[in-house]
Nanobody, 119 residues
Framework: QVQLVESGGGLVQAGGSLRLSCAAS????????MAWYRQAPGKQRELVAT???????NYADSVKGRFTISRDNAKNTVYLQMNSLKPEDTAVYYC?????????????WGQGTQVTVSS
């Protein structure tokens, strides 16, 4: 059984910072791409950032220059450093990872963590 558990969400004023963490646990052989998504009320879930196992990153235009995704492969953990937060960043943030327990990889999702940015 594989689990992804997020932490680090909360309430912050506009211009502030938060750091999200997502730790994978269970029977894990390897982890491929890890990612952060977010879903605001009444909107579709959107991709925020991705990071491959070697460390290549990609960001949504709306967060470029403000958010940084990173990972610690030894800890099976992905992070999202969020700076210069805006009220429009308010959403439930989810982590996702492609995890191999054998030869086949499957996508797993965390339960989500709420980020609220006040103006």
């Amino acid at each position: 059984q594989v689990q992804l558990v997020e932490s680090g969400g909360g309430l912050v004023q506009a211009g502030g910072s938060l750091r999200l963490s997502c730790a994978a646990s269970g029977s894990i052989f390897s982890i491929n791409t890890m990612a952060w998504y977010r879903q605001a009320p009444g909107k579709q879930r959107e991709l925020v950032a991705t990071i491959t196992e070697p460390g290549s990153t990609n960001y949504a235009d709306s967060v470029k220059g403000r958010f940084t995704i990173s990972r610690d492969n030894a800890k099976n953990t992905v992070y999202l450093q969020m700076n210069s937060l805006k009220p429009e960043d308010t959403a439930v943030y989810y982590c996702s990872a492609v995890i191999f327990q054998g030869r086949t990889g499957y996508s797993y999702w965390g339960q989500g963590t709420q980020v609220t940015v006040s103006s």
